[in-house]
């Protein structure tokens, strides 16, 4: 009799309906991430992009340090260095044809491959050199006593031998040079614009050579002569 009461009630049991149980919520895939706004009402998402990985091109891609040199000389010329590209100097058609109608982002990009055509002789693109006896410090070779003079934020020696610093400093030493003589090099009675603190731009074929391949970049190569030539 016991074994038939728990068989039955076994099966009236099973013949009762289940509770409904709420499904536990799916963590949602990254990619479809809602963000919510201050009202609790979801908004687009508003990670940040990642940003662009184009770069100008310039003379010391060889370097490992480029890249953040690249990054420290940019943003100095959006700063303390936007009277550069503010400017259009007298002598830029020997430098830099496209410069007097392009934009600020292709201005910027000039400047930033002059500094690099100009490592070239300086340092051959080496951030730690030093010339002059002990006297010139850095990829640009800048003596503690300009930059100080100028209001570098770096004003030693060693300090100038960081990449970034000295390229900033640069940048700053240029942005009061070129637009008080209005040129990139000049001479009367005494050296003007770039020329008045960095030797090479007093040679005239070392100033060729960097004009030279400064026209050739895509920032300063008027249209037609980056086209591709039609095939004969």
């Not at 895939?29 to 990985?53: E, F, T």
């Not at 209001?151 to 009061?176: D, F, H, P, Y």
């Not at 040129?183 to 009675?189: A, I, N, T």
């Amino acid at each position: 009799m016991k074994h038939a009461t728990s068989l039955l009630l076994t099966m009236v049991l099973l013949a009762m309906p289940v509770a409904a149980v709420p499904n536990e919520p799916l963590r949602p895939d990254a990619s479809q991430d809602v963000v919510l706004g201050a009202d609790g009402n979801s908004v687009k998402d508003l990670r940040p992009k990642a940003r662009s990985g184009h770069m100008p091109r310039t003379r010391w891609t060889h370097q490992p340090g480029h890249l953040l040199w690249n990054r420290a000389a940019l943003t100095a010329l959006k700063t303390h260095g936007k009277p550069l590209t503010d400017m259009v100097p007298g002598d830029i058609q020997n430098w830099c044809p496209r410069y007097p109608d392009a934009n600020e982002a292709d201005r910027r990009a000039f400047w930033l491959g002059f500094m690099s055509a100009l490592a070239k002789f300086e340092s051959t693109y080496k951030p730690r050199a030093v010339g002059g006896g002990g006297r010139w410090y850095g990829l640009l070779q800048i003596l503690p006593a300009t930059a100080r003079g100028y209001k570098c934020n770096v004003g030693t020696g060693e300090a100038l031998r960081n990449g970034a610093a000295n390229l900033s400093c640069a940048v700053r030493i240029m942005a009061v040079t070129v637009p008080r003589d209005g040129l990139v090099h000049g001479k009367d009675r005494k050296w003007r614009g770039v020329s008045a603190d960095w030797g090479p731009m007093r040679s005239t074929a070392k100033r060729a050579d960097m004009a030279g391949w400064l026209k050739r970049q895509p920032y300063c190569a008027l249209p037609d002569a980056i086209r591709p030539k039609a095939r004969p």
